[in-house]
């Protein structure tokens, strides 16, 4: 039997999923949809009545909450990953004491930044609470910078269970990652060893890794990840998508093409955008089939929502193949909404459209 943890893409679990990864200990993944409130639903309660995540499942099924609870739980079961360092030593100790931090008080200030109207009876409060809670997680990890020694780990040379939550936590919207990346280099130095390390590397880039500009030398490797991301889709719309016979150096060219990449520079994932007739169109999405299924392509729809609303746009559209269903539902699911439908260019075309709050 092997382990079963219930998390979403860049939640507490992710912490569990690198550590997991690097015993090589066989998980099964169940995503509970934050975004979709699936966590707070009365199935998921009956599993944690926190209805919170992450939420590990051992293999002879005894069922632990808690992220500190589950770290410690882990590196118990796995000890040859050697995810903590020896009982009774002053290194242990050191790992504990952060890792109750993290759990602890970090954890705490990230539910009051995400969920202030939870921790206020006044709605017109909530704003209060949020403003404090991110003054509140800069300080905590200041402080915690401050009190590291020499790295690259947070114990030296040597992996801990504490530094995949640093790499983790540390990435979560109310760190903000840009705010501990400058203020903090001990963390940071955390963060780049940690996301280097095989158990790690692909977590990394689907979660965390930027979105950037691709590169004119990048043009064929672009071409090569739709033609994958895409391939599976021809048999079902009996041709081959639009997208796979694009001019990627000319949307490399009009900067309109934006890239997820792996450490060794390989394409995890393409995302392009289009103005054109006053619009703001969100063109294409392709994931490397080693990457799909896990949030990156959610991910680079949410750069694109953001890079519209940054260039002053309330709303963003896009179309798709009729026979794409499950694009369509993805996108249903996002919130866009169904404009009409017809044939273009000799495609059965959906086009939808999403508001976009200020
Ligand atoms: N004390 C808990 C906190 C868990 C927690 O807040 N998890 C977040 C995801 S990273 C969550 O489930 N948020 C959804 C919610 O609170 O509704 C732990 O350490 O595991």
Known sequence: MAWTLYGDWNSGATILEILLNEAGAPFAFRQVAIARGRQLA???????PMRRLPVLVAPDGTVVTESLACILVLAEHLPDARLLPPPATRERAVA?????????????AVGRFDYPERYTADPAGAPAVREAAMAETRRLWSLLDGQLGPGPYTLGETFSALDAQILV???????????VDTHCPRILDVVRATAARPAAAALWTRNYAPVRPARPDEASAVAALVETAYAPWVPAIGQRPGPMDDDYARRIARGEAFVVAEASGALAGLVVLEQKDGAFWLDNVAVAPAHAGRGLGRRLIRFAEAEARRRGHDAIRLYTHQRMERNVALYRDLGYIETGRGVAQGFARVFMEKRLAG
Do not use: C, K, V
Request: charged share 20%; net charge negative.
């Open 42 to 48: 009365d199935d998921f309660a009956a599993i944690n």
């Open 96 to 108: 504990l004491r952060w890792m109750a931090f993290l759990a602890g008080e970090l954890y705490g």
């Open 169 to 179: 936590m540390s990435r979560w919207a109310n760190g903000p990652a840009e705010w």
